[in-house]
């Protein structure tokens, strides 16, 4: 990939590797992926080529994931190249949701201030304590769907940083995949009682570190176009936007009633 920063198809080859789905199946323009419904991204297609018969290829993933019972869902960049697919979605009813920016700074860029006062955890796998507390922010659903975002975390070497209060509770954990000399920060996530206390700064400046010994060349990183606060913690660490996505999900066909 070389050794400057990535270009905006680069970063969707990079967010498929780092975020693998557990079930996939490349038809050559369109790679469609499945994992119990755990996670947009890892149920989604990532059309990575224009499709010549765009009505075809829709008729064909429909299929496919309603024999997995999964709504059928895009996740589509904002570039020139998906116009024709974002005609055709639009054309279908399509709705537009969870608008994200990809942003993005070189090893070299500025390094995060952090307070330094508490030391980052770092690990090559997530234990339980991890898991706990990102899936209690982010996580949808129970034991069984913990399980399966667990195959997704680990299916990509990756670091894990936590980082406890003073009392020895976890605070704020992140996860940092290691791509083809890139690292791609995922997983911020600081419990309700301990945000705005410079935990998530601290987790960040650790990964980024770390990666840095690691030979990382560059960084990047995943963010709501809704979630100001995190975008103005990455800025100060340098990150910039790169492009955006939205997801693309069909609407659900309402049912006949005998009324």
Known sequence: MGYGLPGLHDFETLMDAAWPSIERHDTGEWVLRAAEGVTQR???????????APGDA?????????????????????????????????GHGFTRQSETLIMVRSAAAARVPARGAVPVEITDRPDDEWLALWWSVDGRGGGAELE????????????????????????????????????????????????????????????????????????????????????????????TESGRYLYRQQRPRRALTGC
């Not at 299929?63 to 024709?84: C, H």
């Not at 399966?148 to 940083?161: D, F, K, V």
């Open 58 to 90: 829709l008729r064909e993933a429909a299929q496919w994931y309603r024999e997995r019972r999964l709504p059928l869902i895009f996740q589509v960049t904002d570039a020139p190249a998906n116009g024709a697919l974002n005609d055709v979605l639009d």
């Open 148 to 239: 399966t975002a667990r195959a997704i975390l680990t299916g990509c070497p990756s670091l894990y940083a936590l980082v406890r209060d003073d009392d020895g509770r976890p605070a704020a954990v992140g996860r940092l995949a290691l791509v083809d000399e890139t690292g791609g920060i995922y997983c911020m996530a600081t419990s309700p009682s301990h945000r705005r206390r410079g935990y998530a700064s601290e987790v960040l400046q650790a990964l980024l570190s770390e990666g840095n010994t690691r030979g990382i060349k560059s960084f990047w990183l995943l963010v709501t176009a809704a979630n100001e606060a995190a975008q103005q913690l990455y800025a100060r660490a340098g990150f």
């Open 42 to 52: 890892a149920n989604s297609v990532w059309p990575r080529t224009s499709a010549q």
